[in-house]
């Protein structure tokens, strides 16, 4: 398994890994916008991340086992290197092997070669294997947000939680 830079190339494989798991994703985490599983759009989502990535202010990762996508982690929102957002999915079909835990690690070795002194994340309170991914990477609990994130057609409360890396 390794994560690496997301790239051009991956805009079909990345469009067959969303619409795969489009309903298990969107029974734990907001759904995307409607328009979002066509090529177009799909490349249109890759080239952004990928100027936020020469801008410093993003790092795309795919995580990937013999060519085979099984997950993504992302680092946005990179604030004048000093804060950053954590974001992971996982394919269904590799959920409970490790693959998020080992997504999220290398994101927060990312991190820390760009010199970001902290990395939030947002879960809901009901998703406790994504807590347990964070806080196996040292994260910890903050901030508690009600009616944070639309999931499954519903509001839920989401915890935020934060790892120091200086």
Not at 5 to 21: A, H, K, P, Y
Not at 88 to 104: D, I, L
């Amino acid at each position: 398994m390794r994560v690496r830079m997301l790239c051009q190339d991956d805009v079909e494989s990345l469009l067959v890994f969303e619409e795969s798991n489009r309903l298990w994703f969107e029974e734990h985490i907001g759904a995307r916008p409607r328009g979002f599983y066509s090529r177009c759009s799909v490349a249109r989502h890759v080239d952004e991340l990928l100027r936020a990535a020469d801008a410093n202010a993003a790092f795309p990762g795919i995580i990937e086992e013999n060519g085979k996508i099984l997950g993504r982690v992302n680092l946005t929102k990179i604030d004048d290197l000093t804060k950053a957002r954590l974001g992971y999915r996982v394919a269904k079909n590799s959920a409970g092997r490790g693959v998020a835990t080992f997504g999220v690690m290398h994101a927060l070795k990312r991190a820390q070669a760009l010199n970001v002194r902290s990395v939030v994340a947002f879960v809901s309170l009901e998703n406790r294997p994504s807590q347990q991914v964070l806080l196996k990477n040292g994260f910890e609990p903050t901030t508690e947000h009600a009616n944070h994130a639309m999931v499954a057609g519903r509001l839920v409360t989401c915890v935020e939680y934060e790892r120091t890396l200086v």
